[in-house]
Nanobody, 123 residues
């Protein structure tokens, strides 16, 4: 079982990136999936998550209104569209199977993680 995060890169402030989390050996629509990020010297932050049905999504206050999470069950991927990027969005972004609720992006103790993709927002 593998999760593969991709789509990171270098972008100027105000720009956009689209991250994708692909599943191998795992059907992602059977799991709630979330995105975490971790910047150097900072704690890991749960950014967004989506339930199995896609009927509920959660966003941290820091990204609300700028990021959109979505499912593409045909391609077995979870995408994170990131708009109006800010330098403080710079981090390594990870996708994982999670618990997703009003309380935020929760850890799945028996969950699966992707390897991370670097997002750098800088002029």
């Amino acid at each position: 079982v593998q999760l593969q995060a991709s789509g990171g890169g270098l972008v100027q402030p105000g720009g956009s990136l689209r991250l994708s989390c692909a599943g191998s050996g795992i059907t992602l629509d059977s799991y709630a999936i979330g995105w975490f990020r971790q910047a150097p010297g900072k704690e890991r932050e749960g950014v967004s998550c989506i339930t199995t049905s896609g009927g509920y999504t959660y966003y941290a206050d820091s990204v609300k209104g700028r990021f959109t999470i979505s499912r593409d069950n045909a391609w077995n991927t979870i995408d994170l569209q990131m708009n109006s990027l800010k330098p403080e969005d710079t981090a390594v972004y990870y996708c994982a199977t999670v618990a997703c609720s009003d309380y935020g992006v929760g850890y799945d103790l028996n969950g699966y993680w992707g390897q991370g993709t670097q997002v750098t927002v800088s002029s």
